[in-house]
């Protein structure tokens, strides 16, 4: 079975750093991109972070320059590292990426930053 879980998210006092996981499991995804999204109540859901097969990465400027989007292909593994958190970062964070013509989105994990 193919899926996506992260990990990683929790609560945090703003300024702080969190470091949020996504296993990938039931295939090889060396070859996909891979992405972070995150979800506010009451919004829709943004993308905050990719990552192709190269290692090639983009951000939207809300993130920039606090965000890094990383990936281990060997462990099948992406990685967020969040620094210098804000309130407004407040969301459920997913990860997604695009296998055999498919979206596939993890769970979702937590993530809560307190002013």
């Not at 593994?77 to 407040?90: A, E, G, R, S, V």
């Amino acid at each position: 079975q193919v899926q996506l879980v992260e990990s990683g998210g929790g609560l945090v006092q703003a300024g702080g750093s969190l470091r949020l996981s996504c296993a990938a499991s039931g295939s090889n995804f060396s070859i996909n991109p891979m992405a972070w999204y995150r979800q506010a109540p009451g919004k829709q859901r943004e993308m905050v972070a990719i990552i192709t097969s190269g290692g090639g990465t983009n951000y939207p400027d809300s993130v920039k320059g606090r965000f890094t989007i990383s990936r281990d292909n060997a462990k099948n593994t992406m990685y967020l590292q969040m620094n210098n958190l804000k309130p407004q970062d407040t969301a459920v964070y997913y990860c997604w990426t695009l296998w055999r013509m498919m979206t596939l989105w993890g769970q979702g994990t937590q993530v809560t930053v307190s002013s």
